[in-house]
C-alpha cells in the first residue's frame, strides 16, 4: 500500500543536531494547519526522519486525548476519522441510509469544526484527515469535500487538511481516473489526496485480504509508475 503524504508512526523522535524545527516551517502555527504549511510539515518529517501519528477520533474525548499527548510531547498530531467512525460521533441514533451516509458526514464534519475550534489552545500543529473511503463510501467524501468548499469560501483553506480515496479493490485505471478527477476538484482550495494503490494482508474497514497470495500483496514499483 502506498500512502502519499501520510506518515504513521511513534513521533517522540529526537531530531538531528541542528535540524531545522517543524515550527521553522514557514506559516507554521498551532492548531489546524493545511494547504502549503501542512505540506511543508509532511516533507519536514519526511526530511528529518521521524512521523506524525494518526489517530482515529470517535468522540470529543478521543480527539481531546490525542490533542492532550501532541501537548505533552510537543509534537504535530494528525487527527483523523473513519467513515464508520463518523457515524458513530454524530450518534447511533441517527439515519445513516445507504448511498446518502448522511451521518457519516454529519460527523466527520462536525469532528473536523471541533478540532478547529479547540486544537490551538493545545499549542500544537494538526493535521485533520478522514481516513479509508472505499468506492461504496464515496457520498461520504463528497459531502465532506462540499463542507471543504463551503469553509474555503468563508476562510480561504479547507476544513479538513486531507482526505483519503482507497479505490485499491478496484481496477488501477478506474482509481487512477477518480482520484484524478477528486485531486482535480480539491487543488484549488490546496487540500492533500492521499491515495491507495496495492493491497495489504489482513483485514482493515471490513475487507478481508487474509486469502491473498503472498506475491500480491503491497504495491509495487511497476504499480506506482502507472
Not at 500544537?124 to 473511503?133: G, R
Request: with cysteine; charged share 20%; proline share 5%.
Amino acid at each position: 500500500s502506498v500512502r502519499a503524504a501520510s506518515y504513521h508512526g511513534p513521533s517522540c523522535i529526537s531530531l538531528p543536531l541542528g535540524a531545522m524545527s517543524f515550527w521553522d516551517v514557514p506559516g507554521m502555527k498551532a492548531g489546524v494547519v493545511t494547504g502549503d504549511v501542512a505540506w511543508g510539515l509532511l516533507e519536514h518529517a519526511k526530511a528529518n526522519g521521524y512521523a506524525i501519528p494518526a489517530f482515529n477520533c470517535t468522540s470529543t474525548s478521543t480527539i481531546n486525548s490525542v490533542l492532550e499527548a501532541g501537548k505533552e510531547l510537543n509534537r504535530p498530531v494528525m487527527i483523523q476519522f473513519s467513515e464508520g467512525g463518523s457515524a458513530f460521533l454524530a450518534g447511533k441514533g441517527l439515519p445513516n441510509d445507504k448511498g446518502v451516509l448522511q451521518a457519516s458526514i454529519l460527523g466527520a464534519v462536525a469532528g473536523a469544526h471541533f478540532v478547529r475550534a479547540v486544537a490551538p489552545a493545545y499549542g500544537i500543529p494538526v493535521l485533520v484527515h478522514s481516513d479509508h473511503c472505499a468506492k461504496k463510501l464515496l457520498p461520504w467524501f463528497d459531502g465532506m469535500l462540499e463542507a471543504d468548499e463551503a469553509f474555503f469560501k468563508q476562510h480561504g483553506e479547507p476544513l479538513f487538511s486531507s482526505h483519503m480515496l482507497d479505490l485499491s479493490e478496484e481496477a488501477d485505471e478506474e482509481n487512477i481516473e477518480v482520484c484524478k478527477k477528486y485531486l482535480t476538484r480539491m487543488a484549488p482550495m490546496k487540500c492533500i489526496l492521499e491515495m491507495e494503490i496495492g493491497i495489504t494482508g489482513g483485514v482493515e474497514d471490513g475487507v478481508d485480504n487474509t486469502g491473498t497470495a503472498k506475491e500480491k500483496l503491497y504495491s509495487t514499483p511497476e504499480d506506482v509508475f502507472k
